[in-house]
């Protein structure tokens, strides 16, 4: 039976002291709001429906794939009146229906599995874990294996409060009984809302069976304030950092380095300290990343090397053996194998052919501020320190520019071209000037 998804994502998320909805704050690149989705991930949700209220429309605005729809709660009137908004959307759904929060982003993949198994032999399945602080979540009241009730803090009596077992939110069903069951729900309770944890009580009273699927408390993880996304981004990096370490990455100072949620790096790369990856990254087997760089939405081949102090930007394609040094930022430019740009230059907008050499200083004048144009730089040229060049412009394969040039028409293979004034020297014209301004300086 196909799995449906519904992600509550409607809440105001008052302590987040911010304008924007809770679900769109991002933890290593990505909203929340994704974070949650990837949990789902092994269920292969057929239909993913996310109920939104608060800063509904920008919500929707995330482009997550067009199997994902949107529902609105325009009242928050509670998480059981929240996942009812999702009833018509499912009305034709026939297998599981999954609730998860768009606040809460590291559910693991394989803990929803477990879920789907539980399924097998229970009505409901509700996600618990043991919590070191209980505070104010809901308590499971359980009968052995059987789950008997959820009871909210608010409405719990002091034996109820002793129980350590909370629930997590998550909760799964068949849909139709799901929708069913909470048909059943009022609000008459200390809060005043619909409850989606009065579903295993309703179960309950009709003889079916539901069971608890236990997880580590830190896939429960929610974000309500900005400390609390800070303690998930700081818990996100510790992961990400020993996955790396895991899967033959090398890093000194592992605690300094930054991953995006879709960073990508081969067995054998080294990672020097004080690195951040931001989204859509993929670093090759064997490749060096340097101190102090900054990569985002680029890609870096087998033996590069990359850094200290590099700035790869969306686009940047460094293939095999290239050399990216200080100071230099590259964006939207392939730069073919082992061609080298050492020092202090911005290439964009550009193709650099295998094994060229740009020198320190090098600009692609790519933006005439209107629109953008393209520098082309063929095989083996050589491109002289402090070179200006003007886009839309190309240097043929071997060609060379003389330092400080400003290129304004293409360079043909193997021609040198030199665009700057020519060297003219005054003869003894230095000691001249400055006999005449001391004199000046002492007649004053
Ligand atoms: C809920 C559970 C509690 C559990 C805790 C875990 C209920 C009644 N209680 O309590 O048992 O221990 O989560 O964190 O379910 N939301 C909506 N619309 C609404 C209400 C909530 O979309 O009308 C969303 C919120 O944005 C949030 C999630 O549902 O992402 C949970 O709501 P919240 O108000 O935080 O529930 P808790 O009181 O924490
Ligand atoms: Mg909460």
Same mark, same amino acid.
């Given at each position: 039976m196909?799995?449906?998804?519904?992600?509550?994502?409607?809440?105001?998320?008052?302590?987040?002291?911010?304008?924007? #909805?809770?679900?769109?704050?991002?933890?290593?690149?990505?909203?929340?709001?994704?974070?949650?989705?990837?949990?789902?991930?092994?269920?292969?949700?057929?239909?993913?429906?996310?109920?939104?209220?608060h800063?509904?429309?920008?919500?929707?605005?995330?482009?997550?794939?067009?199997?994902?729809?949107?529902?609105?709660?325009?009242?928050?009137?509670?998480?059981?009146?929240?996942?009812?908004?999702?009833?018509?959307?499912?009305?034709?759904?026939?297998? #599981?229906?999954?609730?998860?929060?768009?606040?809460?982003?590291?559910?693991?993949?394989?803990?929803?599995?477990?879920?789907?198994?539980?399924?097998?032999?229970?009505?409901?399945?509700?996600?618990?874990?043991?919590?070191?602080?209980?505070?104010?979540?809901?308590?499971?009241?359980?009968?052995?294996?059987?789950?008997?009730?959820?009871?909210?803090?608010?409405?719990?009596?002091?034996?109820?409060?002793?129980?350590?077992?909370?629930?997590?939110?998550?909760?799964?069903?068949?849909?139709?009984?799901?929708?069913?069951?909470?048909?059943?729900?009022?609000?008459?309770?200390?809060?005043?809302?619909?409850?989606?944890?009065?579903? #295993?009580?309703?179960a309950?009273?009709?003889g079916?069976?539901?069971?608890?699927?236990?997880?580590?408390?830190?896939?429960?993880?929610?974000?309500?304030?900005?400390?609390?996304?800070?303690?998930?981004?700081?818990?996100?990096?510790?992961?990400?950092?020993?996955?790396?370490?895991?899967?033959?990455?090398?890093?000194?100072?592992?605690?300094?380095?930054?991953?995006?949620?879709?960073?990508?790096?081969?067995?054998?790369?080294?990672?020097?300290?004080?690195?951040?990856?931001?989204?859509?990254?993929?670093?090759?087997?064997g490749?060096?990343?340097?101190?102090?760089?900054?990569?985002?939405?680029?890609?870096?081949?087998?033996?590069?090397?990359?850094?200290?102090?590099?700035?790869?930007?969306?686009?940047?394609?460094?293939?095999e053996?290239?050399?990216?040094g200080?100071?230099?930022?590259i964006?939207?430019?392939e730069?073919?194998?082992?061609?080298?740009?050492?020092?202090?230059?911005?290439?964009?907008?550009?193709?650099?052919?295998?094994?060229?050499?740009?020198?320190?200083?090098?600009i692609?004048?790519?933006?005439?501020?209107?629109?953008?144009?393209?520098?082309?730089?063929?095989?083996?040229?050589?491109?002289?320190?402090?070179?200006?060049?003007?886009?839309?412009?190309?240097?043929?394969?071997?060609?060379?520019?003389?330092?400080?040039?400003?290129?304004?028409?293409?360079?043909?293979?193997?021609d040198?071209?030199?665009?700057?004034?020519?060297?003219e020297?005054?003869?003894?014209?230095?000691?001249?000037?400055?006999?005449?301004?001391?004199?000046?300086?002492?007649?004053?």
């Amino acid at each position: 039976m196909p799995n449906a998804l519904i992600v509550l994502a409607a809440g105001r998320g008052t302590r987040m002291q911010s304008d924007m #909805p809770k679900v769109l704050h991002e933890v290593a690149g990505a909203p929340l709001l994704v974070h949650a989705l990837g949990s789902a991930s092994e269920l292969e949700a057929e239909r993913v429906v996310i109920v939104t209220g608060h800063g509904a429309e920008a919500v929707e605005a995330l482009d997550l794939g067009e199997h994902v729809e949107f529902v609105r709660q325009d009242e928050q009137l509670g998480t059981g009146h929240a996942v009812q908004q999702a009833k018509a959307a499912l009305e034709a759904h026939e297998g #599981p229906v999954f609730v998860v929060y768009g606040d809460t982003p590291f559910i693991e993949p394989a803990t929803l599995a477990d879920m789907a198994k539980a399924l097998d032999n229970a009505s409901l399945a509700v996600l618990g874990f043991e919590a070191a602080d209980p505070g104010r979540y809901g308590r499971l009241v359980t009968d052995g294996e059987k789950l008997e009730k959820i009871v909210e803090w608010k409405d719990a009596s002091d034996e109820e409060r002793a129980i350590t077992l909370c629930n997590s939110g998550v909760l799964a069903g068949e849909s139709g009984l799901v929708f069913d069951l909470l048909d059943e729900v009022t609000n008459d309770n200390a809060a005043g809302e619909y409850y989606l944890t009065d579903l #295993p009580a309703i179960a309950a009273s009709r003889g079916l069976v539901s069971r608890v699927v236990r997880c580590d408390e830190a896939e429960t993880m929610g974000v309500n304030s900005r400390s609390d996304l800070a303690a998930a981004s700081a818990a996100f990096q510790t992961r990400a950092r020993a996955a790396a370490l895991e899967a033959g990455v090398t890093m000194d100072a592992p605690e300094t380095v930054y991953f995006a949620y879709d960073t990508l790096l081969g067995r054998d790369c080294l990672v020097e300290p004080n690195v951040v990856f931001g989204p859509d990254v993929t670093v090759e087997t064997g490749a060096r990343i340097r101190a102090f760089s900054h990569l985002e939405g680029c890609h870096v081949s087998r033996g590069a090397i990359v850094g200290p102090y590099a700035r790869l930007r969306p686009g940047a394609e460094l293939a095999e053996d290239v050399r990216v040094g200080n100071f230099v930022e590259i964006k939207n430019a392939e730069v073919a194998e082992g061609a080298k740009v050492n020092h202090l230059s911005y290439i964009g907008d550009a193709a650099v052919g295998a094994g060229a050499n740009i020198g320190a200083g090098t600009i692609t004048c790519n933006y005439d501020g209107v629109m953008k144009h393209r520098t082309e730089i063929g095989k083996g040229a050589f491109i002289g320190s402090n070179t200006m060049l003007v886009a839309p412009v190309s240097v043929g394969d071997e060609a060379m520019t003389a330092s400080g040039s400003v290129i304004t028409s293409n360079v043909p293979d193997g021609d040198l071209a030199v665009a700057r004034t020519r060297q003219e020297n005054k003869s003894g014209l230095a000691r001249r000037l400055m006999a005449r301004l001391r004199e000046i300086k002492r007649s004053r």
